[in-house]
């Protein structure tokens, strides 16, 4: 029994000692106050003023001129008139045998083929770096578009020298075909013959 006391007391008295520790902890207990912070001022600084963008006018260029336009080795001829006065740069052309001979009209209706476009042979470069010259004699047709057609090689001094030019050359010509009864008729026979002279091309 005195042994059942001495716990109840001892428990009490633990008791009573932790209630008085909590007591002293609590009245003890100190509030920490945060000091409140001062007002910030925020200086905002001006920008300066942009400077007066200054417009200029854009400058027009003026277009450059257009290169003049190389001269075409063209020879056309007026069909309404009776003349023929032809000027050349390079090889002469003269017009050979019985059937090219230029002829007036012969009426209203009739009429023989007449060139009105002429282009002139191209000398070959191979024959101008020799100072080779010569001469092509060619045989050739008419249609009734006056187109030069069937083209043939009658003769050539020197041989096969000027053969391809002159053909090229002859190949490009217009006529006013032959017209019987006021209708264009097929013409065969023609000849003509191109000279390649190193005169011409100085």
Not at 6 to 33: C, E, G, K, P, R
Not at 67 to 81: K, L
Not at 148 to 177: C, E, G, M, T
């Amino acid at each position: 029994m005195a042994k059942l006391l001495s716990y109840i007391s001892l428990a009490v008295i633990i008791t009573f000692s932790l209630f008085a520790f909590m007591a002293y902890l609590i009245s003890n207990d100190s509030v920490n106050i945060t000091k409140p912070l001062t007002d910030v001022i925020v200086e905002v600084a001006q920008l300066p003023e942009d400077s007066k963008v200054i417009k200029t006018d854009k400058v027009k260029l003026e277009p450059p001129a257009p290169p003049e336009p190389m001269p075409r080795n063209v020879v056309t001829i007026d069909v309404a008139s009776g003349t023929h006065n032809l000027s050349y740069q390079s090889a002469p052309i003269s017009m050979t045998g019985g059937s090219t001979g230029f002829k007036q009209y012969q009426g209203m209706n009739n009429n023989e083929a007449r060139p009105i476009v002429r282009v002139n042979p191209k000398y070959p470069i191979e024959a101008m770096r020799k100072g080779t010259e010569g001469w092509v004699q060619l045989a050739f047709d008419i249609n009734e578009v006056g187109k030069v057609v069937n083209i043939s090689v009658i003769d050539a001094q020197p041989k096969r020298i000027f053969d391809k030019a002159a053909r090229h050359a002859l190949r490009k010509w217009k006529y006013q075909a032959k017209s019987v009864d006021g209708a264009a008729v097929y013409q065969k026979g023609r000849t003509v013959q191109l000279d390649f002279s190193m005169d011409q091309q100085s």
